[in-house]
């Protein structure tokens, strides 16, 4: 019998078991996909931010205010290109289940020299422009909800007071999550809450990466001593202050791995050392009949490594293709447009499910073949 068939008979000895044990690799390796994926999404976030975008907002708190006339004042900073006031409206569409998108106010001139990387076309860029109620959506959105240049959008007001109707007026490209946004006027927005004189957050596109840290200084050194002071940052420091209410995300995700993978590791084990207990006598003739003590060990180990990874790559390839049909943004309120399993953690679960095999493998087949033929023939377990 050739040495792939003696693993294989071997595996199939007891199938249940063989079954119930890749089984429970396969919810481990999807559990930790989605944790290392959750992280990685998280990663690609702060790495879409702009090196040259900054956002003023109040130092408070993001539920404060700034006074519109700030705007004027941080245009005449050197190194500040240029800006737009932007206010998060928290709106209503359709119901809370179609609510998977952010919607901002923005001034229409400005916005697109902050974000020069969005792809609209010309004509549309005008008409958004020069209509009050225009809105341009992400591309993302505008396929899910069949949205087309003409349609209107109705916003329950939820966290303001005012309802909007919106009419779509460009589709832009964008990456991912930006393309999960849609904006409109802030005119529009501070007309239907009648002028309160104030805007959000501002963002500022700067000159020059040296032009950062003076902006920062200067902008929030202006409004130090008023009633609204400012904090200025990066884009990619303001979207970690976000991230960072949730805690040690890294530590957290490590340490929940650990705790998986260890849990994993001692029931896979207990499984492995039954098989191999079971077997003790039928080692001890292998060795009678001239197999040494490193064929033996492969043999057994190779039995582990393919039911780990057989319930590894079926974990991995399920959370790959479960992501894909699974709506992650109306699940995650908009947090998240995609959960991709990226081939970096489709190797890293693999690599698990080899590490989880060979170990618990090991020690028990070890044990096994240090007995003499003759312990062995006599063992009754």
């Known amino acids: 019998m050739s040495y792939p068939k003696l693993v294989w008979r071997n595996i199939t000895r007891n199938n249940r078991r063989s079954i119930l044990t890749a089984s429970s690799i396969a919810l481990t390796l999807f559990v930790l996909s989605a944790l290392m994926t959750f992280l990685s999404e998280t990663e690609r976030r702060l790495k879409e931010s702009s090196p040259l975008r900054l956002v ?11 006074p519109e006339r700030y705007r004027a004042q941080i245009e005449k900073i050197p190194g500040v290109v240029v800006l737009t006031p932007m206010s998060w ?21 400005a916005f697109f020299d902050v974000y020069p990387e969005f792809q609209i076309s010309v004509d549309e860029k005008q008409s958004f422009i020069r209509e009050k109620t225009a809105v341009i959506v992400g591309r993302r959105k505008a396929e899910k909800y069949g949205w087309n240049v003409g349609d209107r959008i109705h916003l329950k007001g939820a966290f303001y007071p005012v309802d909007l109707d919106l009419v779509v007026r460009g589709v832009f490209s964008a990456n991912a999550n930006e393309e999960s946004v849609i904006y409109f006027h802030d005119s529009y927005l501070k007309e239907a809450l009648g002028q309160p004189g104030v805007d959000g957050i ?28 400012t ?25 929940i791995s650990s705790a998986i993978i260890f849990t994993i590791l001692l029931v896979t084990a207990n499984a492995m050392a039954m098989s ?8 001890a003739v292998l060795k009678a009949l001239g197999f040494n003590r490193g064929k033996l060990v492969g043999l057994l180990i ?3 490594l393919v039911i780990a990874l057989a319930g590894g790559l079926t974990g991995l390839l399920g959370a790959a293709v479960s992501f894909k049909f699974i709506d992650i943004a109306a699940l995650t ?32 087949a070890y044990r096994a073949v240090s007995l003499t033929v003759a312990d062995g023939l006599r063992h009754a377990g």
């Open 56 to 66: 003023t907002r109040h130092a408070v708190s993001l539920a404060n205010f700034l």
């Open 89 to 109: 409206f928290g709106g209503t569409y359709i119901d809370e289940a179609h609510t998977d998108f952010a919607q901002f106010s923005c001034e229409p001139r």
């Open 202 to 229: 501002y963002r500022i596109r700067a000159d020059s990466m040296q032009s950062i840290p003076r902006i920062t200084e200067m902008v929030d050194a202006a409004f130090q001593n008023t009633d609204a002071p």
């Open 231 to 255: 904090k200025t940052e990066t884009e990619r420091a303001f979207r970690m202050g976000f991230i960072s209410m949730l805690g040690d995300l890294s530590g957290l995700i490590a340490a």
């Open 276 to 283: 191999v207990r079971e077997r003790t006598r039928e080692i």
């Open 302 to 304: 190779s039995e582990g």
């Open 333 to 364: 309120k908009g947090v998240f447009q995609r959960f991709e399993v990226t081939a970096e953690i489709l190797a890293m679960g693999l690599a698990i499910s080899a590490l989880i095999g060979v170990v618990s493998f090991a020690v028990p």
